[in-house]
């Protein structure tokens, strides 16, 4: 024992190191693998198994082969792909925002802020405001109004026609202040000579903005179609839960608000573990997009 | 330099005064653009508009039209226990992220400076876990938290939150540790700190604006946040308070005056965080693509 003692202390440091390292990481590994990792496992045997949160019975693939053939998930799917019309517009309204700031004119710190602001508030009361907006006595009837269509009203959340495009609108609205946040931090990286320096050449300001700002701009768009695609994908419940409740019928029901009713109004916990897996697998593609962007950066 | 096939013959810059008949036109263009970030500003601030306004009738000022009380301020406190919901959005809250940074702040010294085996992999993972939305776990994750007895109070909650904010503080912290010199921890450790003291003496001190980066973001997103004070908060009594305006709302039976009044008190406390800490906030949302 003691033979060895010089050896076994040069070991140790090293050893020593590694095992600080993985006690102080393993707090962290924990509440991840408890929380998150665990339950992925979970919903994955769960989806096999006719689950009412107390007593599950394996029942094979038949969980799967009905909900496939349910309607409801289908409806909340293509919700989904319809609602994906908004991210251009959830991405091209805040990057004209960016660059109208990036002209600095007088007083743009306070705009600035002004325009983050709605960031900060919850989807839940932008959700009651946007409800309060569609409403039929709403802002958008008065405005309706004020332009001369005096008996034209509309109530767009009230018809399973509009509704989804309400809600759409609204989704665009809550991602303005994000998206022009990163937007501004790109165009603030950009070498402002190399502007000046078209301009001395003759270059007009849409040239400038198509051959300078936005190829530099490309990652940080990337980005934020990430993070809006995400927020599309498992953000909508708030907004959802307050303006519609899904409906009228099931015209705004997405995959992720489809996952809650399945479970908690419906009582079928087996199909809504199978629901969590698709949105699962929808966001680990844009998740994977993430991962390379960030990584590609370091 | 540019890719612009422009020949380079116009003669003096634009801006000299050389130029006259420029310098009027660039002004009336600075004005529209300053009409226009006029125009955005009401548009981004129509939601406080709309909050301000209709908090300050009654319900029947409200369904006729005009009018103007504080009917709905004086009897807010009797339909909307907002005392009791704040409080329980600051516990959460607080609590939430302590967890948060005191997981976070060790896994990320550990995985840029005490590497052990497989650390790297087990960053990756972590990180990765990121992008899971509670939606898609949300089943098992009820059923656990339940079956744990952890519902009843505020624990459930506040350990769901923890371990949703908890990968993208690892991330954030590694790769903010990454950038302090090695000499400085290992003299530490020689020096006699050892592992603990050199987390708590050296590395926390520099950590401070990483610190407040991740607090401020999982502030506004857990005093933001529905889904898991809905569900992992059973008791109505311990609700907070973004919870139990979603409630009030979908139930469509309280007065809107009212419900505008509570949400106009709720987004009080995230504004305000927002607006003194704005910078962290715009560090984060910008992680990791701008350095």
């Given at each position: 024992m003691t033979t060895n003692a010089p050896r076994a202390r040069r070991l140790t440091l090293r050893r020593r190191r590694q095992l600080a390292g993985f006690a102080f990481a393993l707090p962290a590994i924990a509440l991840v693998v408890g929380f998150i990792g665990v339950p992925i496992g979970q919903a994955v045997y769960y989806s096999f198994t006719q689950w009412d949160g107390l007593t599950s019975t394996w029942i094979g693939w038949s969980t799967w082969s009905q909900a496939f053939h349910n309607t409801d998930l289908w409806t909340a799917l293509e919700n989904n792909a319809k609602l994906l019309i908004t991210v251009p517009f959830a991405l091209g309204l805040p990057l004209l925002i960016a660059v109208l700031l990036h002209?600095?004119?007088?007083?743009w710190r306070i705009f600035r802020s002004i325009y983050f602001?709605?960031?900060?508030?919850s989807w839940v009361v932008l959700g009651l405001v946007a409800e309060r907006f569609f409403a039929y006595q709403g802002t958008l009837n008065s405005i309706i109004h004020f332009f001369g269509f005096a008996h034209t009203n509309t109530n767009?959340?009230?018809?399973e026609s509009t509704a989804l495009t309400a809600l759409g609108i609204t989704f665009i609205f809550t991602m303005i202040g994000t998206n022009t946040i990163l937007f501004l931090t790109g165009l603030a990286t950009l070498d402002p000579t190399l502007e000046e320096a078209a301009r001395i050449d003759g270059a007009g300001r849409w040239r400038i903005f198509r051959s300078i700002t936005l190829p530099h701009l490309s990652r940080f768009i990337q980005l934020a179609f990430v993070v809006t695609v995400i927020a599309l994908f498992s953000a909508l419940f708030s907004l959802i839960f307050v303006m519609t409740g899904g409906g009228?019928?099931?015209?705004?029901?997405?995959m992720e608000f489809l996952i809650y009713q399945t479970g908690?109004?419906?009582?079928?916990f087996g199909t809504a573990a199978l629901y969590g897996l698709i949105l699962f697998v929808l966001t680990a593609i844009v998740g994977i997009v993430q991962l390379r962007l960030i990584g590609s950066n370091e | 330099m540019t890719t612009l096939a422009t020949p380079p013959d116009t003669a003096p810059l634009d801006d000299t005064p050389a130029v006259p008949d420029r310098a009027p036109r660039r002004k009336v263009g600075r004005w529209i653009l300053f009409a226009v970030m006029l125009a955005i500003a009401a548009v981004m601030l129509y939601p406080f508009w709309v909050m301000i306004f209709t908090s300050l009738k009654s319900e029947q000022q409200f369904l006729s039209g005009g009018g103007f009380s504080w009917l709905s301020w004086r009897d807010l406190t009797s339909v909307i226990p907002i005392g009791q919901e704040i409080l329980s959005s600051t516990i959460v809250c607080s609590a939430s992220i302590l967890v948060i940074l005191v997981v976070g702040l060790p896994a990320g010294f550990a995985f840029s400076k005490?590497?052990?085996?497989?650390s790297t992999a087990v960053f990756l993972i972590m990180v990765s876990a990121?992008?899971?939305?509670?939606q898609a776990i949300l089943m098992p994750e009820f059923v656990n938290v339940t079956r744990l007895h952890l519902?009843?109070?505020?624990l459930g909650a506040i350990l769901v939150y923890a371990a949703l904010g908890t990968p993208f503080s690892v991330f954030l912290f590694t790769t903010y540790f990454r950038?302090?010199?090695?000499e400085l921890i290992e003299a530490g450790i020689v020096d006699g700190l050892g592992y603990f003291g050199a987390l708590w003496r050296l590395v926390v001190p520099i950590a401070i604006p990483a610190i407040a980066t991740v607090t401020v973001l999982q502030f506004i997103q857990i005093w933001d946040d529905l889904l898991v004070g809905l569900l992992f908060i059973q008791n109505t009594n311990e609700r907070p308070i973004t919870v139990g305006l979603a409630v009030l709302a979908a139930g469509r039976t309280t007065s809107i005056p009212e419900l505008m009044a509570g949400s106009l008190i709720s987004a009080v406390p995230a504004m305000v965080v927002y607006l003194i800490f704005q910078r962290y906030l715009v560090k984060g949302l910008t992680m990791g693509i701008d350095r």
């Open positions: 002209q600095r004119v007088a007083g602001l709605p960031t900060a508030i767009m959340l009230g018809y009228p019928g099931y015209s705004t029901t997405t908690f109004n419906q009582g079928d | 005490l590497r052990f085996r497989a990121m992008m899971v939305p509670l519902t009843g109070g505020y950038g302090v010199p090695d």
